[in-house]
């Protein structure tokens, strides 16, 4: 493993917006569920990967609410390919002590998959090493929208006054409430756009952008996002003098 420069400098939480599949899959003259099932591989190296550096959460783009508009042919592919590898990598989680999560609209997703996730989600729940969460039929604008609701419901029931809210108590009604934000977002495949992912939560994170297509994307791929993590200043308004004294 090609070693980053500060082991005290490695983000708590990564994100990554896992993009190119189709058009890896495209390159190859193959239909686009081959860049998805090829896709797989790349997860299991950013896992693997994110393990060795010790991050803590890992959230991967997985499926956007966007996404639902793509031709039924290709969701029905994801969704099975979802449902089996969650299926097959349950015994690797158990054996490294991940944990899985979810963020996102999953009652939307096929009774298969949705039942397949809360049945992963429950068998890894007492695991402390890394929190793998999956974004599924996920986007900032979709969770935003039901935090607000859950509020609204609370205020309206005389739970809590409008002058309570406060950006913590807007943190604590996100699905990632109690996860820190992530300090660094990767996005694969050359594009430069956030694609409605984690809104609220990429406030202040630092962003990386790679050429590489996802199914392409491996642990020294990770490693070097990093590295160029750990040479920005984050400096969170204020000046570089005081961020340095
Ligand atoms: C990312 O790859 C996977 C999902 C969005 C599910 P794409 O399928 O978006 O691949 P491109 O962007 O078309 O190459
Ligand atoms: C973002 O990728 C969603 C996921 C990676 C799951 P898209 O490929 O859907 O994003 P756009 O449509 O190019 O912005
Ligand atoms: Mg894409």
Do not use: C
Request: avoid cysteine.
């Amino acid at each position: 493993m090609k070693e980053t420069k500060d082991r005290n400098r490695i983000p708590r939480h990564i994100a990554i917006i896992m993009d190119g599949n189709g058009r890896w899959a495209k390159k190859k003259g193959a239909m686009r569920i081959f860049g998805h099932r090829h896709a797989i591989q790349a997860v299991k190296d950013a896992i693997e990967g994110a393990e060795d550096l010790g991050v803590e959460y890992l959230t991967l783009f997985s499926f956007s609410t966007e996404n639902w508009s793509r031709p039924q042919d290709e969701i029905n592919g994801l969704m099975e390919l979802l449902v089996k590898t969650i299926t097959d990598e349950v015994p690797m989680m158990m054996k490294n002590n991940i944990r899985l999560l979810s963020i996102g609209d999953v009652d939307s997703l096929p009774p298969s998959a949705y039942s397949k996730l809360k049945e992963a989600k429950e068998t890894t729940s007492t695991n402390t090493g890394l929190q793998v969460i999956l974004a599924l039929s996920y986007s900032g604008q979709w969770e935003l929208t039901q935090a607000t609701k859950r509020i609204a419901q609370k205020i309206s029931e005389g739970k809590l006054k409008p002058s309570e809210i406060t950006q913590q108590v807007m943190a604590d009604h996100l699905d990632t409430a109690g996860i820190p934000d992530p300090e660094l977002m990767i996005r694969t495949s050359g594009e430069f756009r956030l694609s409605n992912f984690l809104l609220w939560q990429l406030a202040y994170t630092e962003l990386y952008f790679s050429p590489v297509l996802w199914p392409d994307f491996r642990k020294e791929h990770l490693n070097a996002a990093v590295s160029d993590f750990q040479s920005r200043e984050r400096r969170f308004g204020m000046t570089g003098e005081q961020v340095k004294s």
